[in-house]
């Protein structure tokens, strides 16, 4: 027997199992860390929202433009089309899409205008012209041509106006919740329109106390 290369083959075995050792350890803590940092991790589902053919991210409690956009199309939809015999539905489904601060009064009010539409025998017809998503306030921005029109053997029918609801639109643990809704004549209140707005309601309230002291 060779001795002095057994002995070389011997020393190789142990360097090459203390390697393999060493390696399969490093591996285990990598698969740990990897598992933790799994389980940690804020998953983000792309999904279709309605109303949108585009995907759209979203994540636990923030979800992307596109998203928003489309929840808030959809609530527009909603309120804005209305019949008495759709109402109690759309007032069940946007009551579970409202946050506790606001839903409350929101539905009372709602339920308030759906009462009247029922009582004079009117449909509501909402058709969206325009999306906008404005990052600086977070608010999603659904306006188009609005009127009222009678049901079958009822007279009544108003002229189109321009309309516009507002929306601010949070997601808590994957669902879509409104926190914020408004509904308005006219275009879109962004944020350079309500800014114009308050520079030109303080100068009308300068001016009314200039004459006042004035007189």
């Not at 205008?113 to 998503?133: A, D, N, P």
């Not at 009222?148 to 507002?166: D, N, Y």
């Not at 409104?178 to 707005?197: D, R």
Request: charged share 25%; proline share 4%.
């Amino acid at each position: 027997m060779d001795y002095k290369n057994f002995k070389s083959a011997w020393a190789g075995a142990h360097e090459e199992k203390r390697f393999l050792k060493f390696a399969c350890t490093l591996l285990m803590a990598l698969n740990v860390l990897t598992l933790i940092g799994w389980l940690n991790k804020d998953t983000a589902v792309i999904l279709v929202p309605p109303n949108l053919s585009e995907k759209a991210e979203i994540a636990t409690n923030k979800a992307s433009e596109g998203y928003k956009k489309a929840w808030g199309m959809y609530a527009a939809t909603l309120i804005g089309n209305v019949t008495p015999e759709n109402s109690d539905f759309v007032l069940d489904s946007l009551s579970g899409m409202v946050s506790g601060e606001i839903g409350l009064i929101v539905s009372e009010q709602i339920a308030q205008e759906l009462e009247t539409l029922k009582q004079e025998k009117v449909s509501s017809i909402f058709e969206i012209r325009s999306v906008i998503y404005e990052p600086e306030t977070d608010k999603v921005f659904v306006t188009g041509r609005h009127r009222l029109v009678g049901m079958p053997g009822v007279e009544g029918r108003s002229q189109p106006t321009e309309q516009t609801f507002e929306f601010i639109i949070d997601v808590k643990q994957y669902s879509p919740i409104i926190s914020h809704m408004a509904s308005y004549a006219g275009t879109p209140k962004i944020l350079s329109v309500v800014q114009k707005e308050e520079i030109q309601k303080k100068y009308d309230e300068d001016r009314q106390k200039s004459i006042k002291n004035g007189a």
